[in-house]
């Protein structure tokens, strides 16, 4: 089993940044991806990125490329979203997610964090 932890989100102004941190635990030696999701409200949820843990090949849903980072730190367990100039779109509860491949569906992942909430204001 694989415990995932978010943290980082929280309350930002229209083209601000923030960055969301992911923090593994547990048999993380069987995690080839790991991925961001986010769920607005009434929607489904929907991939934002994705990394390949071990070489750090990186995917990103195409409204955010350009604004969005992926990035890990393999040995604190960690994946990082750095979420730079934010949009009004942006808001929603951002899922982090691990499994033995990367994907943009969700499917594919077998363990989910709790979620952290972003919000964007004027």
């Known amino acids: 089993q694989v415990q995932l932890v978010e943290s980082g989100g929280g309350l930002v102004q229209a083209g601000g940044s923030l960055r969301l941190s992911c923090v593994a635990s547990?048999?993380?030696?069987?995690?080839?991806?790991m991925g961001w999701f986010r769920q607005p409200p009434g929607k489904e949820r929907e991939f934002v990125a994705a990394?390949?843990?071990?070489?750090?090949?990186?995917y990103y849903t195409d409204s955010v490329k350009g604004r969005f980072t992926i990035s890990r730190d393999v040995a604190k367990n960690t994946v990082y979203l750095q979420m730079n100039s934010l949009k009004y779109e942006d808001p929603t509860v951002y899922y982090c997610?691990?499994?033995?491949?990367?994907?943009?569906?969700?499917?594919?992942?077998?363990?989910w964090g709790q979620g952290t909430q972003v919000t964007v204001s004027s």
């Open positions: 997610a691990a499994g033995p491949l990367t994907s943009k569906n969700q499917t594919a992942y077998d363990y």
């Open positions: 547990g048999c993380t030696f069987s995690i080839y991806a």
């Open positions: 990394v390949r843990w071990r070489i750090s090949t990186t």
